[in-house]
């Protein structure tokens, strides 16, 4: 594994994440669009009680969106399973373990981990980069006895 590889593999949840807010937001955008259409006024005569078909189309929308959000949302916590026993088994350094479990579990903004650790940004990025050359030479060795 390269070290690519390996932030490629540790970055599958924020990306999963992402996927979730992207659908959020069109919930939210199809919520918007189905408030804003207005009834018509018809005669009592001619009074239906189904909902128009724009707001027939919203609802739909956003019900497939949910279903969805809830597949990803499934998947988000079994990427987060599996990386996060990856670290644990990789990096034993509880340092180095730490640091990777707020970047690539919590999510958190490199200056956040920097406060977190009580060290500047300028080790927390040294110390990710050799938390990410530990992961990295683990899942080679690893790799290796599983041939």
């Not at 994440?17 to 006024?41: H, L, N, P």
């Not at 999510?107 to 990025?125: C, G």
Request: proline share 2%.
């Amino acid at each position: 594994m390269t070290l690519q590889e390996a932030k490629d593999f540790l970055n599958r949840g924020y990306r999963s994440k992402e996927r979730i807010k992207v659908k959020e937001e069109r919930i939210d955008e199809w919520r918007r669009r189905a408030e804003s259409i207005t009834a018509e006024i018809k005669p009592v005569a001619t009074f239906s009680s189904t909902p128009s078909k724009k707001v027939e189309e919203a609802a739909c929308a956003i019900t497939d969106l949910q279903s969805e959000i809830k597949a990803e949302i499934y998947e988000l916590a079994a990427i987060e399973l599996e990386i996060g026993r990856a670290i644990n088994q990789a990096v034993t350094d509880p340092t180095l373990n730490a640091l990777l479990e707020m970047r690539y579990l919590k999510y958190l903004k490199w200056e956040e981990i920097a406060v977190r650790l009580d060290i500047t940004f300028r080790w927390t990025m040294t110390l990710h980069k050799k938390a990410l050359t530990i992961f990295t030479e683990s899942a080679l060795i690893h790799a290796e006895h599983a041939l």
